[in-house]
């Protein structure tokens, strides 16, 4: 193993951590390279700097001048220039100084600085290279995102676990207690993906669930079991229901207890309305980690980057950070989050009003989506149907579930696309 590998487990020896990294995450290192080299450089080369691969005249990088017409306001340094392997130092301050606005239960507590990385997909698969292998599985809940499976079965090789996510028109606590449970028994250790807003289900947890949700996890490390947490916070904030816990999960579980790692992915993509930038937040909590063992958890996942994608985009990051220090950014926020409200309450009163041999909503009160238990098991049926004789695309989850994106569907539709839906499943 590099022995650059050895110093950073070293430094991680004896935290929950270090104790629950994966073969990759053990093997993870930042080479003393060109990356780190070209740092040094950028603070004491005064006469000339020849060590990072752009093209530079007058000491900033040079520019077409088709690029450059097309982001005016924009320095070179903030478009074609390289962006450092973590991300823009500023954008990741500022990023840190949201999540604590967001979360006020954070203020006072410690965690990392954000890592900046190419996207929300981006921060689950390199969380997975530290923390997941074919001896580590990942659970997480049935229905879900197919890329969790795809990350933690097919890229890292381990038993993808899943507990059924909802019982009774609720979210399943005794299914997710027993499977944490399980796990934390056979291995020793167990590893729990939450994504509230939920993908594709659009629930998330009440303040009462997400009260119990916390003492579980607490529970099975008072055990004795380490626990990582990883809260994929992809839509935050997107809440149209009074009793929705408004914080995240990694808000409690950030000092909760010693043996509980709190992992947030999070980031503009969906909660700024930024899908297409790639930007994305990998960002750590535990009890009693100390600042040196948060940077060494920092240098793997650079490590990761590194060796895979480089660094993100840096227009990207530019035009985000531009636009968090923009005044009028939470009204113009305010306004789109507004409108998926007005669509989310046509979606509510249609389903409340309307009833099914064959559809059952799946409990729904936020983010982008709702979906539909389909009793026939004929999903894919379904769907195939609504997009050859109605015209109207929704995903097949599984063979019992549809997702819907009301999101994407002008609120003067959803009347006729809904019922659309529920007639072709009928007639099947």
């Known amino acids: 193993m590099n022995p650059l590998a050895e110093a950073l487990n070293e430094t991680l020896k004896g935290s929950v951590a270090g104790d629950l990294l994966s073969d990759m995450g053990k093997r993870l290192y930042f080479p003393n390279g060109i990356i780190s080299q070209g740092g040094e450089a950028a603070k004491d080369a005064t006469l000339a700097n020849g060590t990072i691969g752009m093209a530079v005249s007058g000491g900033k990088p040079i520019e077409l001048d088709s690029y450059k017409k097309n982001m005016p306001n924009f320095t070179s340094g903030e478009t074609v220039a390289y962006a450092k392997t973590a991300g823009i130092p500023d954008f990741r301050k500022l990023w840190k100084e949201k999540i604590i606005e967001k979360n006020p239960l954070l203020k006072g507590k410690s965690f990392s600085l954000p890592v900046l990385v190419p996207g929300l997909t981006a921060a689950l698969s390199y969380v997975a290279d530290l923390f997941i292998d074919a001896e580590k599985p ?3 809940p049935d229905p879900c995102w197919d890329n969790y499976e795809l990350i933690a079965a097919a890229r890292r090789g381990a038993e993808f676990h899943q507990f059924k996510c909802f019982e009774n028109g609720d979210f399943n606590l005794a299914g997710l207690e027993k499977a944490m449970k399980d796990d934390a028994k056979k291995y020793g250790s167990v590893r729990v993906i939450l994504n509230f807003p939920q993908n594709p289900s659009g629930y998330s947890p009440t303040k009462d669930v997400a009260k119990r949700i916390v003492e579980i996890v607490k529970e099975i490390a008072e055990s004795g079991k380490k626990v990582l947490v990883l809260s994929d916070d992809a839509y935050f904030g997107l809440n149209y229901e009074n009793d929705i816990e408004p914080q995240s999960l990694f808000a409690y579980m950030a000092d909760l207890h010693e043996n509980v790692l709190a992992i947030k992915a999070d980031g503009p993509t969906k909660e700024d309305f930024a899908w297409g930038f790639r930007t994305g937040f ?31 985009s840096t227009p990207s990051q530019t035009l985000v ?98 019922s659309r839906i529920y007639n072709v499943a009928e007639a099947m």
């Open 138 to 140: 990942l659970l997480a």
């Open 282 to 312: 990998i960002t750590f909590a535990s009890k009693n980690l100390t600042e040196e063992q948060y940077t060494a958890l920092t240098t793997k996942i650079m490590s990761a980057i590194r060796s895979s994608v480089s660094c993100a």
């Open 321 to 418: 950070m531009k636009a968090l220090n923009d005044p009028a950014h939470n009204a113009q926020k305010k306004e789109l989050r507004d409108m998926l409200k007005r669509r989310y309450d046509a979606v509510r009163k249609f389903v409340n009003s309307h009833k099914s041999s064959v559809l059952t909503p799946l409990p729904f009160n936020s983010g982008y989506f709702m979906s539909f238990n389909v009793k026939t098991s004929n999903a894919e049926d379904i769907r195939k149907k609504l997009l050859k004789e109605e015209g109207i695309g929704i995903i097949q989850i599984d063979k019992n579930t549809l997702r819907v994106a009301f999101s994407s569907i002008d609120e003067d539709k959803i009347e006729t696309v809904y």
